[in-house]
């Protein structure tokens, strides 16, 4: 149980009179524990009665404050109102028609959809962003630590430290820092990002075949268009096995930016949670993430394959 | 919002005031909640991931399977995990517990089964020309080859598990998250900051020592592999 420590108040809220509080700053996360016996939102007997509900439900829902939570509890309650007057006039079949299974509701992508769609799009759009920023950052860098042998360990090594900082608490340190919103968010990923694609620069580089660089500098090349046109081709495939790798766990981690309230899909998961466990909210934005990832990393990989087509005839 | 400086201002207070650390709910007491989460989740993912790699990695089989594993893991938001599980009716604490060890099965699993794959086959051979059985075989030779990887493995491990649970908080679970969503939520972002830097130190920490104990437990003809 956790104490607040300016009051020295024992926040205690059992009953479901905490309901009518005022969501910022007040609630304590076992209020959503006394609210778990509420009728989920997918499983109204009346559409009349679902709708009522579910406003004055989800604000007591929002149980873990955070400091946008009055602008996504609103905005779920216009979709949802909205949902409502779309409704012809006898909507009780459309709410009766609603499928049985609280996970997987087909229903819920339907109505949801521009919601839906928007976040994904937010989502890749920092993913994209991070990985971009990242590489720009790190390939030069790996290129530049393959060179000189000293400046390898301190590079790396701050990389790694970096990179052992959970996320959450690295968020929770820029957010402050950097203001509440995006940009603690791409920061952290383009952080996370650079380890995993600097190394694998580095990696890729050092396995060059030194009599090929042998070759080209005896054919006169210069340490720029060395590296430019022999090295770079060399280590791509590795370079282009870490962008995957980094994009991949990046769309993973954009959901913890929820926290500091911008993670995409998260957004979604962490506004079903809160929505009296709305369990085909969470589902769906899981789902949608992972997919989101899958196909990301299928981009990459083709367009590895365009840019490295002496690799084409063999086994990947 | 305040100005930064300020910001930083409330953390450093908030830091150096001696209740924060010691009152019921306290830094302390949550980070001894963080660390016993985190051995249950180590020791269930150990329990289930190190002999399933080695036995993977002494027959030879699912070597497919492992890296698939591997690959799919990264992909899986754990916060969305933590969240479907509380959704489903297991709160906090024991939600992250098992998304933790979840997480954690398939990097000591591919560490394991590639120590034991990897060990040197002149040696496998000699201990079957021996007469050694397949299970001393395995006990005997393999997994102390394996040691350097298998440790390397369990570091990794518990350094994520650390860094994985804090996101309990957001699913109303123990732990030092809870100093990030509860500052969060009040909007003193001073605990937020100040939140962060006890995670981030905690985890830097037990990075540091257990690369301390990596070193000492690794055999010493093992090292020079491992440098």
């Known amino acids: ?316 | 919002m305040s100005a930064p400086t300020g910001v930083l201002q409330e953390a450093i207070v908030w830091l150096n005031d001696p209740l924060t650390w010691t009152e019921p709910g306290g830094i302390l007491e949550l980070a001894g909640e963080h660390l016993v989460m985190t051995a249950i989740a180590v020791a269930v993912a150990a329990a289930v991931a190190i002999p399933t790699g080695a036995w993977l990695g002494h027959s030879g089989r699912g070597a497919g399977t492992v890296v698939w594993l591997t690959n799919a893991s990264r992909a899986l938001p754990t916060l969305g995990i933590i969240l479907l599980l509380a959704a489903g009716g297991l709160f906090g604490n024991t939600a992250t517990v098992i998304a933790a060890a979840f997480f954690a099965v398939p990097v000591l699993l591919v560490n394991t089964y590639e120590g034991v794959r990897g060990a040197d086959p002149d040696a496998k051979d000699a201990a079957r020309g021996m007469g050694m059985s397949d299970g001393r075989i395995l006990l005997q030779v393999e997994l102390p080859l394996a040691t350097t990887l298998v440790s390397a493995g369990l570091r990794v491990t518990i350094v994520q598990v650390v860094a994985t649970i804090p996101l309990a908080a957001l699913a109303g679970g123990g732990g030092l998250g809870q100093i990030i969503a509860l500052g969060m939520g009040t909007q003193r972002y001073g605990e937020v900051l100040a939140g962060g830097i006890v995670v981030a130190g905690l985890c830097l920490a037990i990075d540091g020592v257990l690369a301390i104990g990596q070193r000492l437990t690794t055999p010493a003809p093992l090292r020079v592999r491992a440098g």
Do not use: K
């Open chain 1, 1 to 316: 149980m956790r104490r607040r420590r300016a009051t020295g108040l024992l926040l205690v809220t059992s009953s479901p009179s905490s309901r009518i509080r005022p969501d910022v700053g007040s609630t304590s996360r076992f209020t959503m524990r006394s609210v778990v016996d509420l009728p989920q939102p997918d499983g109204p007997t009346r559409a009349s009665t679902s709708c009522s509900r579910t406003e004055r439900l989800s604000p007591s829902t929002a149980t873990v404050p955070l400091p946008n939570s009055l602008r996504t509890v609103s905005s779920s309650i216009t979709v949802r109102e909205a949902m409502c007057s779309n409704l012809p006039g006898d909507g009780h079949d459309r709410f009766y028609g609603m499928p049985g299974n609280p996970w997987f509701s087909w229903s819920y992508v339907v109505d949801n959809a521009p919601l839906i769609w928007q976040r994904t799009v937010e989502h890749a759009g920092l993913t994209i962003e991070a990985v971009a920023i990242s590489a720009a950052i790190a390939i030069p860098l790996g290129a530049l630590v393959s060179r000189s042998r000293w400046l390898a360990g301190p590079v790396l090594g701050t990389a790694a430290v970096m990179y052992t900082v959970p996320s959450l608490a690295l968020f929770a340190i820029l957010a402050p820092l950097l203001g509440i919103g995006r940009t603690p968010v791409l920061v952290g990923l383009v952080v996370y990002a650079l380890l995993i694609i600097l190394r694998n620069t580095v990696a890729g580089l050092s396995t060059v075949d030194p009599a090929v660089t042998d070759a080209a500098r005896g054919l006169g090349y210069g340490p720029g268009r060395l590296l430019v046109q022999v090295a770079m081709p060399s280590a791509l495939p590795s370079i282009i096995a870490g962008l995957r790798l980094a994009t991949v766990s990046t769309v993973a981690l954009v959901t913890v930016g929820v926290v500091v309230g911008y993670g995409g899909l998260g957004q979604l998961m962490f506004q079903g949670f809160r929505n009296n466990f709305y369990r085909a909210e969470i589902m769906t934005a899981t789902l949608a993430t992972i997919a989101l990832a899958l196909v990301l990393d299928l981009a990459l990989w083709a367009v590895g394959r365009l840019l490295t087509p002496w690799l084409r005839g063999r086994a990947a």
